[in-house]
């Protein structure tokens, strides 16, 4: 009885604390429920009230051995009519810590580092800017828009780069007949295979003689009527496939024909075979943005016109973006470094390869959205190509097989379809089929270099079948974000080591290595 009564007594004077602090606000009385606090002496006496609710945000202390002891009991908490709540003093009221991990540590579950990222492009902002004024001073302004057109023409009057692209129409309607006669039975498929290898090692050779043979063309021009080339070939290669492999189901539906009609509504929509060959659906493929033939490509509902605006402003932006870096960074570097190899100072070569690396990989970036993102998007929209799927998201490439699979989407899809798979269906190994693909692509690396230039080093050639071990040693030895950084550094590094190498090689035959500043 006596506690009961204290107890009481205890709730009649907090309420009216509580109400004389109340006084001058709202001006009514708020009433709170209270619990009774008691004290348990030798375990025996009343419980504590069942309305008192501890703090569930407060944990409790882990021992040594991970158990927890016993808490105390907790303050009890008052609510009045408003919904606040009054927390009473003690123990538990006073705790500020809990059981948890730092940030930075991988336990943490913490992903949200956008501060850092923000961080670190102002510092690369800011670094480069440096180096751009240093630029400036050193050199003054470099940029030169007359010069770039003599990059592609030695003579007004003479434009072969140009000419040599517009014959590529002559193989295009070549690949067309042969096609159109396989068709209706005038061609066997072994005469229409021989002449398609013809037309194909002609589309090679061809620009090739034109770059190495005529003096007028310039090493740009040539690169540009290569790479157009090269894409003809993929194309037409692709072309011939996908209508060799109509031909061989249409024998196997003849010959086991169960009489089951497509839909009226199906047929209309879609185009079949031998009705794809019109020059209209092959030339919509040769300028569609992608290196696989299909009967039916998806198609975009409409033109978007401010899409197509804003892609068409990236590209002329870009464009010269690209042009005035190369001309104010890249050439005065790639210029001072002939010296040091000359006189093989290897120290000197270094530096200028650390040097060359920020402007070299700078533009890469800048051409990877350049010609992936806007080009492409920009021929797309105009032809209303569904597909826009150029690129994947390389930049969080954890192998060199990841990146190669994932930067540049249409190649990669023309290797699989056309290169990969069939060397496995003929009863190759993955090993085999990988290297195959990789040996296949070193050759275009180095026919696009090597043909204009003029020169035969093999120094892409070699740098493409490196690949192949340094793809076994990041995925055997790095793993995660170690080898997501190890992809960023051949990426970064081994690139302007190629360049150099070809630059070195072709002043040296050109102008005996000039000495730089």
């Known amino acids: 009885?006596?506690?009961?009564?204290?107890?009481?007594?205890?709730?009649?004077?907090?309420?009216?604390?509580?109400?004389?602090?109340?006084?001058?606000?709202?001006?009514?009385?708020?009433?709170?429920?209270?619990?009774?606090?008691?004290?348990?002496?030798?375990?025996?006496?009343?419980?504590?009230?069942?309305?008192e609710v501890r703090d569930a945000a407060v944990s409790p202390d882990l021992g040594a051995g991970g158990d927890a002891p016993a808490p105390a009991p907790a303050p009890a908490h008052t609510r009045d009519k408003d919904g606040r709540t009054s927390v009473g003093d003690g123990y538990w009221d006073l705790r500020c810590h809990r059981l948890q991990d730092s940030l930075f540590s991988s336990d943490s579950g913490f992903s949200n580092y956008r501060g850092i990222l923000n961080w670190c492009v102002v510092m690369l902002i800011l670094s480069n800017a440096r180096l751009f004024l240093e630029n400036l001073i050193k050199y003054g302004i470099l940029v030169d828009p007359i010069q770039v057109v003599s990059l592609f023409l030695k003579d007004p009057?003479?434009?072969?780069?140009?000419?040599?692209?517009?014959?590529?129409?002559?193989?295009?309607?070549?690949?067309?007949?042969?096609?159109?006669?396989?068709?209706?039975?005038?061609l066997t498929e072994q005469m229409g295979l021989l002449l398609h290898v013809v037309n194909l090692a002609t589309i090679i050779c061809f620009p090739a003689a034109v770059a190495l043979l005529v003096e007028s063309i310039t090493p740009v021009g040539s690169v540009f009527a290569l790479a157009s080339y090269s894409i003809m070939f993929l194309k037409l290669y692709s072309y011939r496939d996908v209508n060799l492999w109509c031909r061989q189901r249409r024998v196997k539906a003849k010959a086991v024909s169960t009489g089951k009609k497509v839909s009226g509504a199906a047929a209309q929509q879609a185009v079949s075979y031998p009705d794809n060959l019109t020059y209209r659906d092959l030339y919509y493929f040769i300028f569609a943005p992608t290196?696989?033939?299909?009967?039916?490509?998806?198609?975009?509902?409409?033109?978007?016109?401010?899409?197509?605006?804003?892609?068409?402003?990236?590209?002329?932006?870009?464009?010269?973006?690209?042009?005035?870096?190369?001309?104010?960074w890249m050439v005065p570097t790639i210029q001072n470094s002939m010296k040091p190899f000359k006189d093989m100072d290897y120290s000197r070569i270094i530096e200028r390869l650390l040097k060359l690396a920020v402007?070299?990989?700078?533009?890469?970036?800048?051409?990877?959205?350049?010609?992936?993102?806007?080009?492409?998007?920009?021929?797309?929209?105009?032809?209303?190509?569904?597909?826009?799927?150029?690129?994947?998201?390389?930049?969080?490439?954890?192998?060199?097989t990841y990146f190669w699979q994932n930067w540049n989407i249409p190649v990669h899809k023309w290797c699989i379809r056309h290169f990969y798979k069939p060397m496995l269906r003929h009863g190759s190994s993955k090993w085999v089929a990988r290297t195959g693909v990789f040996l296949t692509s070193a050759f275009f690396h180095e026919y696009l270099v090597s043909v204009p230039l003029r020169m035969?080093?093999?120094?892409?050639?070699?740098?493409?079948?490196?690949?192949?071990?340094l793809a076994w040693i990041v995925g055997r030895f790095f793993q995660g974000n170690y080898?997501?950084?190890?992809?960023?550094v051949t990426l970064i590094i081994g690139q302007p080591v190629a360049v150099l190498m070809y630059v070195h090689d072709y002043y040296v035959l050109n102008y005996d290595a000039p000495v730089g500043v």
């Open 1 to 51: 009885q006596a506690l009961r009564a204290g107890g009481a007594r205890l709730g009649r004077d907090e309420v009216r604390a509580e109400a004389m602090g109340d006084r001058g606000g709202a001006g009514s009385s708020r009433r709170r429920r209270t619990g009774s606090r008691v004290s348990v002496q030798g375990g025996s006496g009343p419980k504590v009230e069942e309305d």
């Open 456 to 469: 035969f080093r093999l120094w892409a050639f070699t740098a493409m079948m490196a690949q192949v071990p």
């Open 157 to 186: 009057y003479s434009w072969p780069a140009p000419c040599v692209i517009i014959a590529s129409n002559i193989f295009v309607v070549a690949a067309f007949q042969i096609e159109k006669r396989l068709a209706v039975g005038a």
């Open 291 to 328: 290196l696989c033939y299909e009967l039916n490509f998806p198609r975009s509902p409409r033109i978007r016109k401010r899409f197509l605006l804003r892609r068409v402003l990236e590209m002329l932006f870009f464009t010269q973006l690209q042009v005035g870096l190369i001309q104010q």
């Open 483 to 488: 080898g997501n950084a190890a992809v960023w």
């Open 359 to 400: 402007p070299n990989h700078l533009i890469w970036l800048i051409f990877f959205y350049w010609f992936f993102h806007s080009c492409l998007n920009a021929v797309a929209e105009l032809l209303q190509f569904g597909d826009r799927e150029f690129y994947r998201d390389w930049w969080n490439a954890e192998s060199v």
